[in-house]
Structures are given as structure tokens and as C-alpha cells.
């Protein structure tokens, strides 16, 4: 490599962190660049360049007359973003893919990168994880599960960070607002896998809108995160949550300071309520607040008020 530095001669996969495994004595710091390759994002999918980032910031979206709505949202939703499982036309076979893949990240991946002691406990542990995707962390419960103590449990999950299973999101927090909540959130990287990991199939997830707004959240977070890897926007994810329980999903802090907030709703419907987090973070970031969203299952966009607006959720990729 040294005597050639034509970049792309070498690459270095796998699914884990490989800056993370013990056994890799040399960083090969400057000579390589790490890319993160997240599941395909719908936009990818769907072979259409993405912009809503972009039009999220300048307040420039638009209401989508062919909108993914409905059932049709809920099947998008459960498939997910691996093209392993996306190409499988049944949902058995697709799930049967993701419960393979689990039990490959969480017995082989898993013990290359650390010691874990109770190894045979993990699939129990990730199964709680699930339950708790898109709420707020709890290292004690975690780690009470499986009879490990707190730190125990904050390992475990930072290990499952470093095989791209989860994401924990970060408080957005300032000191104009004293009575923030400053935990973190817990998030499955893929809707597929949550999915099985919970052990749910469509014809629950569709009844059942509270069940299917918890994966819509963690859906939307991932989706998030893959359209800023392919945008030039230099962005930061957070959620945000105060004492009185006013919250908005998802912040986005540009590296200008600029704010915008997306709220999600598993609902065909929005009320002025659904906005309350979102006017909170508005008042506190004053002009540095750009826009906010509460991203909905619909084809209408509806304006409320200054900066802020109901958009459909295929926003994200139309």
C-alpha cells in the first residue's frame, strides 16, 4: 500500500467495527478511509436522488399525491433495508434471512470483538432491546434481564453498536432549557430486523398502531442517518424531551447551528397538539431554528404555522 496509493486497491469488509477488533495491531491511520455502509435507504431502492434533507432545512417540501400509505407503508416498513431480504418476495423467507443473520452478528461477530460471558444470553437480551427500540435507555433493565449489572448492560449495548445492530441517539440539550431530559435513545439500525426480533408479522403490525409506530420511529431514525451519509450537509442527530414530556424524534443540528425537528406519526392525521415539542424547540433555538416536521402517513403536506408543517412520510425518498 505504501508504494502504491492508488485509492480502492484494497478493501476491508465485514459486519462488524474493524477498528474495534483486538486482533488488528495497525490503525492505518491516514492511509484509510473508513466508510459506513448502512442498509439501502428507500431512496436507493427506488433509484431517485434524494433531497429532502436539503428541502427540510430551506422549509421547501411538498405534499406526495403518490405517497406510500396505509398497508402499503406498513409492508415498506417491514422489509427493511438489507437487499437480502428486500429480494425475498415472502415474508416467512425474510424473516428466516433476518433470523439467521441475528443469530450470525450475535454468536460469531459478537465473540471476535470481546469476551462475552453470558453469550448464550444475548438473543433473550437483544429480544429486550427490540421491545425498547425508540425509548429511552435503561441500563439497569437491560442488564437485570439477563442477571448482568448496569455496566454490564452498557457494554453489551455498545457492543451491539459495533456490529451495527443498534444506535443509541444523543439528547439535544441547552442551557437556556435547565430541565431537559439528558438519556439517550435506543434504536434498531433496520426495520427488518426489529421486526423479528420481536417476533412480529404484518398482519399484527397493521392492526395495531401502536405496535407499528415504535418501528415506524426506528424506520424513520435509520433512514434518517443513510440520507446524511450520501448528503453534503455536515449534520448531527439528537432527540429532544423535556421535563413536562414535550419531545420532538429526531433533532438535526447543521454545523452552522441551524435546527430543524421531524416528529413522527404512525396516524393518518395530525392535530395542532402533535406539535407541542417542536414549538418548544422552535422557542428555544429562535433563529436558529430552520423548520420542523411531523412526518405522517398521508399525501398531503398542511401547514401549521410559521416553520412548521404535517409532511407525508415519503418525503423521505420522493
Known amino acids: 500500500m505504501d508504494e502504491d496509493y492508488r485509492p480502492g486497491r484494497f478493501l476491508l469488509t465485514g459486519s462488524a467495527n474493524v477498528l474495534t477488533l483486538p486482533r488488528v495491531a495497525d490503525s492505518l491511520a491516514g492511509r484509510m478511509e473508513t466508510i459506513r455502509l448502512l442498509p439501502l435507504a428507500r431512496a436507493e431502492i427506488a433509484g431517485k436522488p434524494p433531497t429532502f434533507l436539503e428541502r427540510l432545512f430551506t422549509g ?30 415472502s415474508e416467512r423467507r425474510r424473516q428466516d434471512w433476518a433470523r439467521s443473520y441475528l443469530t450470525s452478528v450475535l454468536i460469531r461477530d459478537l465473540r471476535d470483538i470481546a469476551e462475552i460471558e453470558k453469550l448464550t444470553e444475548l438473543p433473550k437480551f437483544v429480544r429486550l432491546l427490540a421491545e425498547h427500540s425508540g425509548q429511552l435507555v435503561n441500563y439497569s433493565q437491560f442488564g437485570s434481564s439477563i442477571n448482568v449489572s448496569y455496566k454490564t448492560g452498557q457494554r453489551y449495548v455498545a457492543l451491539l453498536e459495533q456490529v451495527f445492530l443498534v444506535a443509541t441517539l444523543q439528547p439535544w440539550y441547552t442551557n437556556a432549557l435547565k430541565r431537559i431530559a439528558k438519556t439517550p435513545k435506543l434504536h434498531f439500525l433496520d426495520s427488518g430486523l426489529l421486526t423479528t426480533a420481536r417476533g412480529l408479522s404484518f398482519d399484527r403490525v397493521k392492526t395495531d398502531r401502536d405496535v407499528f409506530g415504535t418501528l415506524l420511529e426506528s424506520f424513520v431514525f435509520s433512514e434518517v442517518l443513510k440520507l446524511m451519509t450520501g448528503s453534503d450537509l455536515r449534520l448531527t442527530p439528537y432527540h429532544f424531551r423535556d421535563q413536562q414530556m414535550r419531545e420532538v424524534d429526531i433533532v438535526l443540528e447543521r454545523d452552522d447551528g441551524m435546527i430543524v425537528g421531524i416528529e413522527i406519526k404512525a396516524s393518518a392525521t395530525v392535530k395542532s397538539g402533535d406539535f407541542g415539542g417542536l414549538r418548544t424547540l422552535a422557542e428555544v433555538c429562535k433563529e436558529q431554528f430552520a423548520y420542523g416536521v411531523v412526518l405522517y402517513d398521508s399525501t398531503d403536506l398542511v401547514p401549521f404555522g410559521d416553520k412548521l408543517a404535517a409532511v407525508p412520510l415519503s418525503a423521505l425518498w420522493s
Open 60 to 89: 421547501k417540501l411538498r405534499g406526495d399525491r403518490k405517497a406510500v400509505i396505509g398497508d402499503d407503508l406498513v409492508r415498506l416498513v417491514l422489509l427493511g433495508g438489507f437487499p437480502e431480504a428486500v429480494s425475498r418476495e
